[in-house]
């Protein structure tokens, strides 16, 4: 039995440090407290320091770090992160269920506890075409899983208001498990919020300000406080979070790239944050731990008393929250390397020629655009005129070509107008564009996009920057085309050189893959585009480029 001694632990139900001890046998803390009677065979003395429950993500996608679930684990583990409620609607949209399998056997080899959510909307639309196709007897089998705490995100709304029979099964599915379906109530407003309610949904993490929290908390739901690489709601939504109405606010990453992992941290960052904008460190800390552990159903997690597993975080400083020591599952985490990686290859299959990015546009009318809102998933529908020259659409600095590939049969293309990006010259590509992840180009002119995506395809996906013929930087991501198979390490170091290359071209400041990868989910507000073409969310169909 190890009992930690001269320790402030938290206690998440008075939101106070008390100067207590911790008895813990394996896995579960025994007592909180002195004790007359047990006996310890080891003893740590903490030296005063401060002791919070292991930070849990309340909602993740692994993937979009770029690192498999057992490296991501190692990193989190740094950070002070001990569980983690993932979404691998990613891989699974590539590859089916061999795609959550392997995600679930990755995971098993970190000590971080991931729970996996079964992906709700593969596809997230019924027109969209992805790798696979997973219906409510699909999913079924993997409740048998351990590690399965529900049905993930539910994004697709239309499917619920219309009382489609594949999706209700899968939200009954999940509560006949007795777990909980999660929810993506991304531009709903409160009448559509109760929609969600009437089947159980109790859980969001889309709310960008204060008022659309208030609606959610009018609806009796969970609000995930979100700052991700692109997502970063958390400032916007802090004023949101009283006394009264704390218990209701957790903290989330969404997608979080390993760049922004390794140089601001994850759950911790959130937390660092919230004190800085004025919480209590104790309130933040609780939030963090304990109120995501009460929204994602994780009874056993997020406090540090008597009964709960063993998931603490050691602090020499209550504020800035970097941590001394990790314990999961009452085992200290040492951060060395994991099991070796099992590759899961899928070819792309696409093939693109400067002819197929031709953008036939009327020189004396305006055309849809695609606006990027910097910081967000969503984007502006903006109808301006734009450069043609010679009956075709001309690339400049302020308005970039953007296309999208469907990369699993060579099925076709679409091609549109992006402001935002700022490319100037060369383009840029990836196969990591959520989320069916066909492949996704941008540039400034055609021949740069073709060579683009080549080298997309002859790496077998992943991400690229082409400054000119003679300069191409890649990383490549073996793990179906959406992660690497290498130590995270190495995926941050080629992740920088990226980001270095990319600085070549264009002057923007927010990450350009993470941001260009969202431009190809329709689910979200407001102008997207898919390998069919132009989507309207609001009008929820495609529309021309032109009327």
């Excluded at 930690?4 to 938290?10: F, G, H, P, R, S």
């Excluded at 903290?251 to 660092?272: C, P």
Aim: proline content about 5%; cysteine-free; aromatic content about 6%.
């Amino acid at each position: 039995m190890l009992h930690i001694t001269n320790a402030q632990i938290l206690n998440v139900f008075t939101e106070e440090f008390e100067k207590t001890e911790l008895w813990i046998e394996q896995d579960q803390i025994v007592l909180r407290g002195p004790s007359t009677h047990l006996v310890a065979d080891e003893v740590y003395d903490a030296q005063n320091q401060y002791i919070v429950p292991g930070m849990i993500d309340a909602h993740m996608h692994i993937e979009s770090s770029l690192l498999r679930p057992a490296e991501l684990g190692r990193l989190l583990a740094q950070h002070g992160v001990t569980s983690a409620v993932a979404d691998p609607h990613e891989l699974a949209s590539v590859a089916g269920t061999d795609g959550l399998n392997y995600m679930l056997n990755d995971a098993r080899k970190t000590s971080v506890r991931f729970f996996f959510m079964l992906p709700s909307s593969v596809p997230a639309t019924p027109f969209e075409r992805t790798g696979a196709v997973l219906d409510a007897a699909s999913l079924a089998p993997f409740y048998q899983e351990p590690e399965v705490n529900g049905l993930a995100e539910v994004m697709d709304f239309p499917a619920v208001a219309q009382q489609q029979p594949d999706m209700l099964q899968k939200i009954a599915d999940a509560n006949a498990h007795g777990r909980h379906a999660d929810g993506h109530a991304s531009g709903l407003s409160r009448e559509q919020l109760a929609v969600y309610r009437q089947y159980g949904i109790k859980t969001d993490h889309e709310a960008t300000n204060v008022q659309e929290a208030q609606e959610r908390l009018d609806a009796g739901m969970a609000v995930l406080i979100r700052q991700g690489t692109v997502e970063a709601d958390e400032l916007a939504l802090l004023p949101a979070v009283t006394t009264l109405n704390q218990r209701a606010f957790s903290f989330a990453t969404d997608d979080k790239s390993v760049h922004d992992l390794v140089q601001e941290g994850s759950i911790d960052e959130n937390v660092r944050m919230a004190i800085k904008a004025g919480m209590r460190p104790e309130q933040a800390f609780t939030m963090a731990s304990y109120h995501a552990a009460l929204a994602e159903e994780l009874p056993q997690l997020g406090a540090l008393t008597d009964g709960y597993l063993a998931d603490l975080v050691i602090l020499p400083d209550k504020v800035n929250a970097e941590p001394a020591r990790v314990m999961i599952n009452g085992q200290w985490v040492d951060g060395g390397a994991v099991a070796a990686s099992v590759d899961f290859k899928v070819p792309v299959h696409v093939t693109l020629n400067t002819d197929d990015l031709a953008l036939p546009l009327k020189a004396d009318q305006p055309a849809h655009v695609i606006k990027i809102m910097p910081h967000h998933i969503t984007t502006e529908h903006i109808e301006v005129p734009v450069s043609v020259e010679n009956g075709f659409f001309a690339a400049d600095a302020t308005f970039n070509k953007i296309a999208v590939a469907e990369r699993y049969h060579d099925l076709g293309h679409g091609v549109g107008v992006i402001e935002g990006l700022g490319i100037k010259q060369g383009a840029i590509g990836a196969t990591v564009a959520h989320d069916s992840h066909n492949m996704i180009l941008a540039g400034h002119d055609d021949a740069a996009m073709v060579l683009a995506a080549d080298a997309l395809r002859e790496m077998g996906g992943g991400q690229v920057v082409v400054i000119d013929a003679n300069h191409i930087v890649t990383l490549p991501l073996p793990i179906g085309g959406l992660m690497s198979n290498q130590p995270y390490e190495v995926v941050y170091a080629e992740n920088q050189k990226l980001q270095t290359a990319f600085q070549q071209i264009s002057d923007i400041t927010f990450d350009p893959f993470l941001t260009l990868s969202f431009m190809a989910l329709p689910v979200i507000p407001s102008l997207k585009i898919i390998d069919q073409g132009l989507f309207d969310f609001d009008q929820f169909k495609f529309i021309n480029i032109q009327d």
